[in-house]
């Protein structure tokens, strides 16, 4: 589901939809679920097998075909590639959808931008949530990873949306669950974590994922258009499980990557205890000429969902703004940081919530796109639990206290979504 308002002549219009994806559609007209979840359907051995068979017979019998038509829910993120609005799911590819003049969202349809899927004899069967779009070319970098070899693919997608060839990367092993990466200006970054998908701990009545804490964790470096992963090199990482990649960059005339992150600090809580993964922000920098990283922590508070300025995607950035998230996965306000700063706790800047009030993701709107990186707006939900109310929230961006400067009631709660989004009216009239 899909919450979105629309602000346009000085109005305000809230829309709420489903996306309609086939998953969505199948189990709304039988009025029952028919694909198990891989983190809460698998309890007890012969639960599990029950619920496999059961499964594995309905797409013989032909009553859903997830191979063809997918079996995702697409209620990550929102992307715009190409020039079109999508929303993302990592277990399925993308649904186009638009947002129409009288302020409704509608679902178009499932898109493979060219890649043929199944019937052309390619697995395009998934897409991350968290493409990486050029402002400069508009080109959108993204990646899939699937329970069998290649483990991981990188690809690209061109401006006109047109998916290119991809790049397997078979120096990863096993079945990995890869949230998000990074792209520079001549480089893709991936972090092979501890999170890893074992499908034979269904027969063992567990859910098939689970964190190896044997692994040790690498980060690997590919050039952005390489055509295949010889150039591609690995690095070991203990204790990096990247939750997010809020942005990376080029240094000392590429021979330094330096990304900033979302890093997992209790990864062994993430499948049992979901409210117990707590996240922080740190700074990681990867010499390309030693092979060598070094970490720095920007702040010892719980964050994650962080977002940037997006003019400054792929390029060195100053100010990063992150949700505060406290126990059992709460935002209770924003912090500014400055990454600029030496320090170990680079908070610059403050917004704490009311009490019993929760938000969202924010998304920084930029006020003078020739201005300065902080010269814009944070714009968020936020849920008031005590008087059952949401607002739309709007910040400034560059107030030490991130000032709110507007707020609008909405008529109806706001459950707190993953990710947040936002497209202004001139690009909306393009599509």
Not at 192 to 204: D, H, K
């Amino acid at each position: 589901m899909i919450q979105m308002i629309r602000i346009s002549d000085g109005k305000a219009t809230f829309c709420r939809r489903y996306i309609k994806t086939y998953k969505y559609m199948m189990e709304r007209d039988l009025g029952y679920p028919i694909i198990p979840s891989f983190l809460s359907s698998f309890n007890g051995v012969m639960a599990s097998l029950a619920r496999v068979a059961v499964t594995a017979a309905r797409v013989v019998a032909g009553e859903f075909t997830p191979v063809v038509n997918g079996y995702g829910t697409s209620n990550i993120s929102v992307a715009v590639i190409a020039g079109k609005l999508y929303a993302l799911g990592e277990s399925d590819l993308p649904y186009e959808i638009k947002v129409t003049a009288d302020g409704d969202l509608v679902t178009l349809g499932r898109c493979d931008f060219g890649g043929g899927g199944v019937a052309a004899g390619e697995e395009f069967l998934g897409m991350t949530a968290h493409p990486k779009v050029d402002p400069g070319t508009g080109e959108a970098f993204a990646f899939r990873y699937h329970v069998a070899a290649p483990h991981l693919t990188f690809f690209r997608i061109d401006s006109e949306g047109r998916k290119q060839a991809d790049v397997a990367i078979r120096a990863v092993k096993t079945a990995t669950v890869v949230h998000d990466f990074a792209v520079t200006e001549n480089y893709a970054v991936f972090n092979e974590g501890q999170m890893v998908i074992t499908p034979a701990e269904i027969l063992r009545g567990r859910r098939p994922v689970r964190v190896d804490g044997g692994k040790i964790p690498r980060i690997g470096v590919i050039e952005k258009y390489a055509r295949d992963e010889s150039g591609m090199w690995w690095v070991d990482a203990p204790g990096v499980n990247i939750s997010h990649a809020v942005n990376a960059w080029e240094e000392d005339g590429g021979d330094t990557v330096v990304m900033v992150v979302t890093n997992y600090t209790t990864v062994e809580m993430v499948f049992d205890r979901l409210d117990m993964g707590q996240t922080t922000l740190e700074e990681i920098r990867i010499n390309t000429k030693t092979k060598k990283i070094r970490r720095r922590p920007l702040s010892d508070r719980v964050l994650d969902l962080a977002v940037i300025n997006p003019a400054f995607v792929g390029k060195k950035n100053r100010y990063v703004y992150a949700p505060i998230i406290e126990t059992p996965m709460k935002i209770v306000g924003l912090v500014k940081v400055d990454i600029s700063l030496s320090s170990d706790d680079s908070v610059v800047g403050t917004r704490m919530y009311e009490p019993g009030c929760t938000g969202g993701e924010p998304f920084f709107v930029a006020n003078n796109p020739a201005g300065n990186e902080d010269d814009g707006f944070l714009i968020t939900y936020v849920y008031d639990e005590i008087s059952q109310e949401s607002t739309f929230l709007v910040m400034d961006a560059k107030s030490p206290n991130l000032e709110i400067v507007a707020a609008v009631k909405i008529p109806s709660r706001v459950p707190n979504g993953i990710h947040g989004f936002f497209v202004n009216e001139d690009c909306l009239s393009k599509m």
